[in-house]
């Protein structure tokens, strides 16, 4: 039986990718809700592939909740195998959850493409993942993030992505 608060969006790849009922995955639910995240939809995943492969149509939207799914498995995936010890951090865990599905939030049009003639062009910002951090400090996206119960959650996100 569904829970009230779960959230299914289907995926042509993985099938069906789920925002369970809990604490971390309504917060991201809510980010994937929000403004900046929503911009993914019109920014296409593989910039000008699809002019050579018709069928390369896919968005970051759609890419970053494919990875948000994937890294909730390979995190079940760890965890079974190493279980309940030091090793095993749930924090770090949550916050990789997060920083997976939200690391191309500042991904501009044509996707690589616009970083490379960002950089040659001496743009602040021109590569995807300064942006990306950006948006998590400056936008909602931190105060939903925040809303995990750390005050430092949103930052400790942004740190991930700027030291992968």
Sequence with gaps: MRNNNEQRIRDPLHDLITFEDNGLDQVLWEAVQSRPFQRLRRVKQLGFS???????????FAHSIGVY???????????????????????????????????????????????????????????HEDTTIRIIKETEIFEILNGIGSSGFANDVAGIISDP
Excluded at 99 to 117: I, Q
């Design 50 to 60: 699809e002019l050579v492969y018709p069928g390369a149509t896919h968005t970051r």
């Design 69 to 127: 799914h994937t890294a909730k498995l390979l995190m079940k995936t760890i965890h079974k195998q190493i279980g309940n010890n030091a090793e095993f951090n749930d924090g770090r865990r949550d916050q990789a959850i997060a920083a997976s599905l939200l690391h191309d939030l500042g991904h501009g049009p044509f996707s690589h493409a616009f970083e490379v003639v960002g950089g040659r062009m001496g743009w602040e910002n021109a590569k």
